[in-house]
């Protein structure tokens, strides 16, 4: 028996990698020595030996699971990763291009001729290649539709009409749909005559003769069930349907409330269309996680560990620009209080405190209510109760730590009233940084806009600026 | 027909919202009024009145699905959800118990009696059963383990002895299993004698004599072959399964990757003991991502919207503390240098834009390097590598960014050579971020632990303190 259980897996996906980097070691090594000693008479053998690790590599390829190599390719540095591109069988392109990270499907893309991507994108299902298209050369994609037959051809056209964040951009086309006044004996023998059913398949969707869904069978009821009963009298009536034009982030929340495997995407008309699987909605979940935390993080996109500088320079300095900006703002709320900073160059030292403090809790009321929101359980009529809410939370945080850093502060410049000064900046600030971090998204979401991107970066800007202003302000009309 | 479409499930879930809302704000008017005006004559009528309203919000809430109830419950403040869950029939209590969040299970658990709580906890399965367990009291768990018979026990006291993290935490027990030598005509004949399949069955376990697992029968194979052929003919052999003790990350990357819908779950001797099924995975992996953005966020877990003001300082308190102890550093090296503040009152201003960037640029370097550490795909060798590229973009931003606030500042302050610092300072202080930003993660791996976990805040600190004494000490150096 040939089980591969995870411990194995996991092992063995990093055994992999380790015996693909050790491969690809001695080829450099042979590689080197042709280079360096240009003795004719060696030539001969070392190319033997190159040609011989290449070859047990290209072994190694062969026996690897397509995400394994996707895997694989993502974890090396460009000139590998290339070498090992070249090796893999031509006909595993295309299914490997569509596994491997945007950022790195650019850098393969980018080694391969028009010939090799139109090879490979011909190997692919119309979906899959309305997939890959938005990264092909526009003559790749043109030669491979010439190739593709009319229906094929309407299937790219309708999926490639879809953005990216509409289901229509994640169907699939591979359909299996009954009539329903037929008896299961018929699905049954009906179904025998595939060679295959399609992935995922754990429903067969029922029409009647205009396409229209009229319900679903679920495999497992058709397997429980008598034969003889009629498909319409044991079919599921209540369907969980999509349309092309939906949200897919919603789309994925409705997979994983109703627990679906598979649902049958639909036109205006209720005809069937097409149909969404549970392996793209994970991805689409792991995507919209991993781009709120790039874009907290201040990164455009997914970017390619091992990029080029210039290419993560480009990926990264939308953020800092943002940054300096707001850096430069409260940079300047200080610059108006530079007398008073000559007077007490105490208020220097612990200015950063206060516009700290401010920040980190401002980016946690945010991202609460960004979660809140994106997880649709917030309404905007709550607002208020919630911002009294977070008001209170931060009387309490402002009261106890300002409340102890004042105390510090006071001992340690020796003056009660800069204590008190600081321990009523913080409590404002706190109290600011609620009141942003309420607005901020709610604001967002009115102007119909994401209300993550960003808001870390407006949170900071208030608070780094307000923690300035009103604790510099307050030493100003108090202490000086 | 009765299709439900997304748009449909959308807006009824908005509305539904919206229905409960309304006719609990009819139900606390009439309370209201009820308790102002004390006339007997009124009370009948009132209370008429008020039964209604109740009477039809629970017809409301009894035609929801399960997940939906959970959503509305979330929704809800305090008071509103505990109308509406004493409303909830009770034996729907158990599945709405498994589907909210912690934090909202806490509120309503804290409500119910001993009583209500066994009830509830006896109509689940051993597996769900096991996951409510942490958050019943522990006399409840014990009347419910005495209910069970000694299958069940021992199923629960297995599910028990995993922790939240590991895949024996997340198995359930209802398994279908067949022999291998059998036809395909038996096993059709076979699961026909079921009531129904267990959720999202999409292969059936091929066991031998000892319960070892020997390949499974996927149904859509089933389906398409002859029902004359050996269930041993058309089986895969090639099965992925996991260990009871395997990380529950590590089995959701693997249903990712290999796009599963149930895996065996086996013991040491390859026997099956439970299944793993996608909807699980899929909570992991969207539990996973939420605890990546919540600690980055500094919130030590996900937070009930509702809850009050002492239960959210609780949640917050721990790294607005570090956060705290952080900036009282960066602000002790400021005061070292407050001799120079004192001559140049222009560093003040200036110096928390050195910080800020370095932070910024800190915090983007971590955050590629921890997803690229969760995902596997960053061998610690690489490590050098890595960190010369992070230089190269550090040098880049540096000299471009600190260039353009260097040239501002020195017109600024009429000052060429305080340009200058600040240029420098900048630019070191990115290169300290870039080195930073590769070793923290680096070290937390090696030391194994979670990178992700405050790395934010160990970055910020170093780049703070950092920036302060580069640019404060550059200054002092060159311009005093």
């Known amino acids: 028996m040939n089980t591969l259980d995870t411990q194995k897996t996991q092992d063995s996906l990093q055994g992999s990698l380790q015996q693909v980097l050790a491969l690809l070691h001695r080829h450099r090594l042979v590689e080197n020595l042709v280079h360096k000693q240009d003795m004719p008479k060696h030539t001969l053998v070392e190319s033997l030996v190159h040609k011989q690790n290449l070859r047990a590599l290209q072994k190694k390829l062969d026996q690897l699971h397509t995400a394994d190599v996707a895997y694989i390719l993502e974890s090396l540095p460009l000139e590998d990763r290339l070498v090992v591109w070249e090796l893999v069988k031509a006909e595993r392109d295309g299914d490997i291009l569509l596994e491997v990270s945007d950022a790195v499907r650019e850098s393969l893309i980018e080694v391969m001729d028009t010939h090799e991507l139109v090879a490979a994108a011909e ?52 359909l299996v749909k009954i009539r329903a006044d037929v008896t299961l004996e018929v699905v049954l023998r009906y179904l ?56 897919s982030g919603d789309a994925a929340q409705a997979f994983e409330r109703y627990d679906l495997i598979t649902a049958p995407v639909v ?35 997914e970017e390619d560990l091992f ?20 850096a430069f703002v409260a940079s300047r709320v200080i610059g108006v209080f530079e007398g008073a900073i000559e007077q007490l160059v105490a208020l220097a030292a612990l200015m950063p405190i206060v516009a700290g403090i401010g920040g980190n809790s401002g980016n946690q009321t945010t991202t609460m209510i960004v979660r809140a929101l994106a997880l649709g359980q917030l309404q905007t009529s709550s607002a208020m109760r919630l911002w009294r809410k977070e008001l209170g939370v931060s009387m309490v945080n402002g009261l106890v ?80």
Chains 1, 2 share one sequence.
């Open 307 to 326: 990029a080029s500088v210039w290419d993560s320079v480009k990926n990264r300095w939308a953020w800092l620009a943002i940054n300096l900006v707001t």
């Open 267 to 301: 036109n205006a008309d209720n005809q069937l269309i097409g149909r969404l699987t549970v392996d793209e909605m994970v991805d689409v979940i792991r995507e919209e996680s991993d781009s709120e935390v790039l874009s907290m993080a201040g990164l455009k996109e």
């Open 192 to 247: 025998r005559r595939f060679e295959e059913l399609p992935d995922h398949t754990d429903k067969i969707f029922v029409v009647d003769e205009d396409n229209r869904v009229q319900g679903v069978l679920p495999l497992k009821t058709l397997l429980v069930s008598d034969p003889d009963a009629l498909v319409e009298v044991v079919m599921a009536r209540d369907v969980v349907v999509f349309h092309p034009e939906d949200d």
């Open 123 to 174: 190997q692919l299902d119309a979906d899959e290649l309305a997939d890959l298209a938005p990264d092909l050369p526009q003559q790749v994609v043109y030669e491979v539709m010439d190739g593709l037959d009319s229906k094929e051809r309407e299937q790219l056209q309708s999926a490639l009409s879809y953005t990216e964040d509409q289901v229509g951009s994640l169907m699939d086309f591979e």
């Open 401 to 480: 730590w300002g409340g102890i850093i004042g105390l510090i502060a006071s001992l340690l410049y020796g003056s009660a009233s800069l204590g008190l000064v600081m321990t009523a900046a913080m409590t404002l600030n706190l109290m600011l940084a609620a009141t942003i971090g309420v607005m901020i998204p709610m604001l967002m979401v009115r102007a119909g806009r994401d209300p993550a991107m960003g808001s870390s970066v407006m949170i900071t800007a208030c608070t780094d600026s307000g923690g300035f202003f009103i604790f510099l302000g307050l030493a100003t009309l108090f202490l000086l």
